[in-house]
């Protein structure tokens, strides 16, 4: 227990001060993120400081893989897909890679994953052909990491996800007893996001960027998959984990297939964003998401644990009032 607690601690430091030299290099490259249509921020800031937490947490996969901790597969994907995942996301950090050259990237980030993983979401279906469930495997992954991008769009808001996300992982080993070497993953994946979050919580002082929000949605579409696989963690429980999220997301690129023409464009129509908009607060809005988390979703996930019968209607639950606030919020109110 006392080495796991130094190990947290350790990732955590490496991270804060891979933050703060960050700053400096950030500063002197002048590595930023200018306002624009999709920008809800008034003033240039720095970006791609995902790339610091997202190389500290390939380095400890790297670290325990070195030292038989972790499984081949589990260090390929994790480790370097991860950070190929990170690397994608910097370029377009510093470059902007085109929507359909990153479509492309993403795929083959997908495909990496479920190739060494030996994955597909339906093969226990005799009639489904294998070929296509692959395929809709890897569109799963694709959706997964392009959702996570599109939730980063005010401070601290993907970052604290992701601290929710991998503490109710936790919580799912703790209470089911059901430890494996991914648990550490999970401690160390919350120790990079709580180090994180100091210099991205609202007001911004580094915003992750691509290279950590596709990094992000890589390494949890990966451990969805995964997870699943060897019967870790529910479908149930992961729908609930990623209520909110999954909420926003779809329902919003489901109107904007109704409403806008030209709905495949950059947009800033979440109704996160437009709450963010008219209540002239990002931390108000990242607060309350955050308080979503764990007044509703934290005791939804608690259910699926204890009464794994009724995790159909839990997962129902955690989804319904996000929905509900992203068609009232969404892109209706960005319309009007």
């Not at 080495?3 to 955590?12: A, M, P, Q």
């Not at 002197?28 to 920008?39: G, H, V």
Request: aromatic content about 14%; overall charge neutral.
């Amino acid at each position: 227990m006392l080495v796991n607690l130094l190990s947290f601690l350790l990732i955590f430091i490496l991270c804060v001060v891979g933050c703060l030299i960050y700053v400096k290099v950030a500063l002197k490259n002048r590595i930023i993120s200018s306002p624009n249509f999709r920008s809800l921020h008034l003033n240039n800031a720095l970006t791609g400081g995902g790339v610091v937490f997202s190389l500290v947490f390939v380095s400890t996969v790297s670290y325990l893989w070195l030292t038989n901790d972790l499984s081949d597969d589990i260090f390929l994907v994790l480790g370097v897909g991860g950070f190929f995942a990170s690397l994608v996301g910097f370029c377009d950090d510093l470059i902007n890679i085109g929507a359909f050259k990153k479509l492309v990237l993403h795929s083959l980030l997908s495909v990496w994953t479920i190739y060494w993983l030996d994955i597909n979401l339906f093969s226990n279906i005799d009639w489904f052909l294998q070929s296509f469930s692959i395929a809709l495997s890897v569109l799963f992954l694709v959706w997964v990491i392009n959702a996570y991008n599109f939730i980063d769009g005010i401070d601290g808001l993907a970052i604290s996800g992701v601290i929710f996300i991998s503490g109710g992982l936790i919580l799912i080993m703790m209470l089911s007893n059901n430890y494996s070497e991914l648990t550490i993953l999970y401690f160390s994946l919350l120790a990079c996001s709580i180090g994180f979050i100091i210099f991205n919580w609202p007001p911004a002082r580094i915003f992750m960027g691509d290279s950590g929000s596709i990094f992000l949605g890589y390494i949890i579409g990966a451990l969805i998959l995964l997870t699943i696989k060897r019967g870790e963690v529910t479908a149930w429980a992961w729908i609930v984990i990623f209520g909110y999220f999954i909420s926003d997301t779809t329902v919003t690129q489901i109107m904007r297939l109704i409403l806008v023409k030209k709905w495949y464009e950059a947009h800033r129509s979440h109704a996160y964003q437009n709450l963010a908009r008219l209540s002239g607060s990002h931390l108000k809005v990242t607060t309350g998401i955050a308080l979503y988390h764990i007044i509703w979703l934290l005791p939804l996930l608690l259910w699926t644990i204890k009464q794994p019968d009724s995790s159909i209607f839990a997962a129902i639950l955690a989804v319904l009032p996000a929905a509900l606030i992203s068609v009232k919020y969404g892109p209706l109110t960005s319309s009007s």
